[in-house]
């Protein structure tokens, strides 16, 4: 059976990455990327940097530091975020305890509660998720076939073909026919070979396996982050609210994420101003810096899937339970609508067999802060 959407697909043989382990990693790094890993560098200015905000009638101060090549962003519920310069558009979420889930789940079935506190180490995390233009970088340094590529198909919202394709194409499942296979259809042809990315180059990349997403990060330098670690981030700061930014999904009329308005999947209305993907610096950040934590692509984890709260790796740097056969996605996809996809939630959880592509399927990398 063709790799496909959702856990009720079969999934299909791993495969062979470019660039794989640490060691091949550093190598790739080294022979293909541009990045300057500045790490080593003295401080471009020593000194300390001092500011007191006031929110309400609480008072929070910002500690000192002694700056290098790191801007501040701010302090937010005592989560200390800093922008890393040399470790170009990635923010740094010191180390603590946090609370993930929750114990109003919409989704009972998915796993999404009960509450847990958990601690986790320092980690970076891409302000964004990675570009059309950050994959082709990688693919044009290291000669990368995604998997899609490789399968020869993928998986596309049959509302974005045009009327040709999609009187044509087979159906993938009962359950959600409003997604069609299509031959060809890759993260540079993402409609299909007749599609291109040329206008679409700051949108985020999709049709890339769980498996692609890997050999990106390793590339860099880099990993996937962990359910745990990307909840923390989708959160920002924010104690058991629904969106990165609070419980309004769209506050003083502006929208702050890229979902589906109207009927699903017959109309979509583009209130939030896009029928497809957006760029992935549009919409605004959350309080640590991060961009489309919810919506736009669902993002790719580290972790195996389970509903199992008891059996995702404990509560000090949880990274899923051992063994698998669905990889854990987050934070639902320009698809999404509240009375389909309710899961553009930072709770809500899902999963997708390794190598399964698709048209709402993306990435961003994250690299432990203690290096
Ligand atoms: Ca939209
Ligand atoms: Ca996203």
Redesign the pocket.
């Known amino acids: 059976m063709k790799t496909s959407i959702g856990k009720i697909f079969e999934g299909k043989s791993t495969a062979l990455f470019v660039c794989a382990g640490i060691f091949l990693s550093v190598l790739c790094s080294v022979a293909g990327t541009s990045e300057t890993d500045n790490s080593n560098e003295k401080p471009a200015h020593c000194g300390f940097h001092r500011q007191t905000t006031t929110k309400g009638n609480r008072k929070r101060e910002i500690r000192d530091y002694c700056l290098t090549n790191d801007h501040i962003l701010g302090i937010y519920e005592n989560t200390v975020v800093t922008r890393i310069n040399h470790l170009k558009n990635m923010v740094r979420i010191e180390s603590g305890k946090f609370v993930i889930g929750t114990n109003d789940p919409i989704f009972v079935a998915d796993g999404e509660g009960p509450k847990q506190q958990i601690y986790l180490d320092s980690f970076y995390m891409d302000e964004t998720?990675v570009s059309n233009g950050d994959f082709a970088r990688f693919v044009d340094a290291t000669g990368y076939r995604t998997e899609a590529e490789k399968f020869g198909d993928s998986f596309v919202f049959e509302g974005l073909l045009g009327e040709n394709v999609a009187t044509d194409v087979p159906l993938v499942a009962a359950q959600a026919p409003w997604w069609v296979q299509i031959e060809n259809a890759s993260w540079h042809h993402p409609e299909g070979p007749d599609s291109d990315i040329e206008h679409r180059i700051d949108h985020?990349v999709v049709h890339v396996s769980w498996n692609d997403a890997v050999a990106y990060c390793e590339w860099l330098g880099k990993r996937l982050p962990t359910e745990a670690e990307w909840e923390v981030a989708c959160r920002g700061g924010l104690s058991d609210r629904l969106y990165p930014w609070g419980n309004k999904f769209v506050p003083n009329g502006r929208y702050r994420?890229n979902t589906w308005q109207g009927d699903f999947p017959t109309n979509n209305t583009k209130e939030d101003g896009y029928e497809s993907t957006s760029p992935v610096t549009e919409f605004p950040r959350n309080k640590y810096g991060l961009r489309?934590?919810?919506?736009?692509?669902?993002?790719w984890t580290f972790d195996w899937w389970t509903v199992d709260v008891g059996n995702r790796g404990g509560s000090t740097n949880p990274a899923g339970p051992p063994h698998g056969t669905n990889k854990v996605k987050?934070?639902?996809?320009y698809l999404c609508h509240e009375s389909y996809c309710f899961r553009y939630r930072c709770a809500a959880r899902s999963q997708n067999t390794p190598d399964t592509t698709a048209g709402n399927l993306?990435f961003?990398c994250a690299l432990s802060g203690k290096r």
């Open positions: 998720e985020p994420a489309n934590m919810i919506g736009n692509v669902w993002e987050k934070g639902g996809s993306g961003r």
